[in-house]
């Protein structure tokens, strides 16, 4: 029997070949391969669908996206920010390009997302932002975040890292526009995914987008050159064109997406926790997690059973390493170390079949048995 895949990148492109081929086509016939219409567009575009009454930059990754919106809102080498340890290294990395200190809160322990009770402990005088991590299409409450800080949310701002939730809403606002700025990745397995890197910075702050277009231009605005120190980070015309066409096909992507978590919820064992939404939150399922115990082992079974897993993340970030001088000692984060180690992504995107679904499912039963 043919295997399940955790994620299959050709069946989209195959559906989509002859839009992409007429998009890639446009800009090889332009002559315009970067900063040119095609981008305009996406950004335009995009920011539309959001529909938050701000502007979006397309940069070269959401990593990209992340540091230069932290950078346009005035975060510095000497300054604090607070995220999260239960997500991809990315949103700590792009950080500590800017030279400031992770924080890291721990998380809610049946969603996974930023545990706002905890962050006043997290917050000091030096803290200059906060990045709530939209996880697998989950969402954090935004306007609770911000009404944690109190008085301090006059200094502090909140960059929404939405990597993962192109599509999700809390209430009627989509992710991305509850922050003072958002980071998205089209990296190429995401709800909306570009066939290499790339990423945008979205505000509804003028003076926030006027900075991250010079931030992604080395600091370029005009004719006198450099008025601040910028980066390289220009979304290539090729890319912006074949995100235009997913644009398009993003919504029933998303309809697709959840009419298949809504299976899998009804085909999973009741007794395999789940991983719910957040109260209010439209989930954009990025991501169909389920906790076990004794999770190698089984997804260890359901190899051999013909189905693809992934795990989202196997090491919290203050666990790396790499980020060893935070300082932070094994269980001093512990219910982010839990996640770690219980949760199994199975296979989940708009092209995967019905049967596929129900095969994985059967699968995961057996698996935790």
């Given at each position: 029997?043919?295997?399940?895949?955790?994620?299959?990148?050709?069946?989209?492109?195959?559906?989509?070949?002859?839009?992409?081929?007429?998009?890639?086509?446009?800009?090889?016939?332009?002559?315009?391969?970067?900063?040119?219409?095609?981008?305009?567009?996406?950004?335009?575009?995009?920011?539309?669908?959001?529909?938050?009454?701000?502007?979006?930059?397309?940069?070269?990754?959401?990593?990209?996206?992340?540091?230069?919106?932290?950078?346009?809102?005035?975060?510095?080498?000497?300054?604090?920010?607070?995220?999260?340890?239960?997500?991809?290294?990315?949103?700590?990395?792009?950080?500590?390009?800017?030279?400031?200190?992770?924080?890291?809160?721990?998380?809610?322990?049946?969603?996974?997302?930023?545990?706002?009770?905890?962050?006043?402990?997290?917050?000091?005088?030096?803290?200059?932002?906060?990045?709530?991590?939209?996880?697998?299409?989950?969402?954090?409450?935004?306007?609770?975040?911000?009404?944690?800080?109190?008085?301090?949310?006059?200094?502090?701002?909140?960059?929404?890292?939405?990597?993962?939730?192109?599509?999700?809403?809390?209430?009627?606002?989509?992710?991305?526009?509850?922050?003072?700025?958002?980071?998205?990745?089209?990296?190429?397995?995401?709800n909306l995914g570009a066939l290499g890197d790339a990423g945008l910075c979205y505000s509804a702050d003028p003076e926030v987008v006027r900075a991250v277009r010079s931030l992604r231009r080395y600091g370029i605005e005009d004719a006198a050159g450099?008025?601040?120190?910028?980066?390289?980070?220009?979304?290539?015309?090729?890319?912006?064109?074949?995100?235009?066409?997913?644009?398009?096909?993003?919504?029933?992507?998303?309809?697709?997406?959840?009419?298949?978590?809504?299976?899998?919820?009804?085909?999973l064992d009741p007794a395999i926790p789940r991983i719910p939404a957040a109260e209010g939150v439209t989930h954009a399922y990025h991501l169909y997690g389920v906790r076990l115990r004794g999770r190698e082992a089984a997804q260890e079974r359901l190899?051999?059973?013909?189905?693809?897993?992934?795990?989202?993340?196997?090491?919290?970030?203050?666990?790396?390493?790499?980020?060893?001088?935070?300082?932070?000692?094994p269980g001093s984060l512990p219910a982010a170390e839990r996640w770690a180690e219980e949760v199994l992504s199975l296979p989940l995107y708009p092209e995967l079949a019905d049967a596929d679904v129900d095969r994985v499912a059967a699968a995961v039963?057996?698996?935790?048995?």
């Amino acid at each position: 029997m043919k295997p399940v895949v955790m994620f299959d990148a050709v069946a989209q492109v195959r559906a989509l070949r002859g839009e992409i081929d007429e998009a890639i086509g446009r800009v090889l016939e332009s002559g315009r391969f970067l900063l040119g219409e095609e981008v305009t567009r996406f950004e335009r575009d995009f920011a539309a669908y959001l529909g938050g009454g701000g502007a979006g930059v397309a940069v070269s990754s959401g990593t990209d996206a992340l540091e230069l919106a932290l950078r346009a809102l005035g975060v510095e080498s000497n300054h604090e920010v607070v995220t999260v340890p239960n997500t991809a290294v990315a949103t700590v990395s792009a950080i500590r390009q800017l030279g400031a200190r992770p924080v890291l809160c721990d998380v809610d322990p049946i969603t996974g997302l930023m545990d706002l009770e905890k962050l006043a402990a997290c917050l000091s005088d030096a803290t200059r932002a906060v990045v709530p991590v939209h996880l697998y299409g989950n969402m954090v409450d935004v306007p609770a975040l911000r009404a944690a800080l109190g008085d301090r949310s006059a200094t502090i701002s909140i960059v929404e890292d939405c990597a993962q939730a192109h599509g999700a809403l809390l209430g009627e606002q989509l992710a991305g526009t509850l922050g003072d700025a958002a980071a998205f990745s089209f990296y190429p397995t995401k709800n909306l995914g570009a066939l290499g890197d790339a990423g945008l910075c979205y505000s509804a702050d003028p003076e926030v987008v006027r900075a991250v277009r010079s931030l992604r231009r080395y600091g370029i605005e005009d004719a006198a050159g450099a008025r601040r120190e910028g980066i390289n980070s220009r979304m290539d015309e090729i890319q912006a064109a074949i995100l235009s066409v997913k644009l398009r096909h993003l919504d029933t992507y998303l309809t697709r997406r959840r009419t298949l978590a809504a299976r899998y919820d009804e085909r999973l064992d009741p007794a395999i926790p789940r991983i719910p939404a957040a109260e209010g939150v439209t989930h954009a399922y990025h991501l169909y997690g389920v906790r076990l115990r004794g999770r190698e082992a089984a997804q260890e079974r359901l190899a051999q059973a013909g189905v693809g897993t992934a795990v989202h993340y196997p090491v919290p970030v203050h666990r790396m390493p790499a980020y060893a001088f935070l300082g932070y000692e094994p269980g001093s984060l512990p219910a982010a170390e839990r996640w770690a180690e219980e949760v199994l992504s199975l296979p989940l995107y708009p092209e995967l079949a019905d049967a596929d679904v129900d095969r994985v499912a059967a699968a995961v039963n057996d698996a935790a048995a």
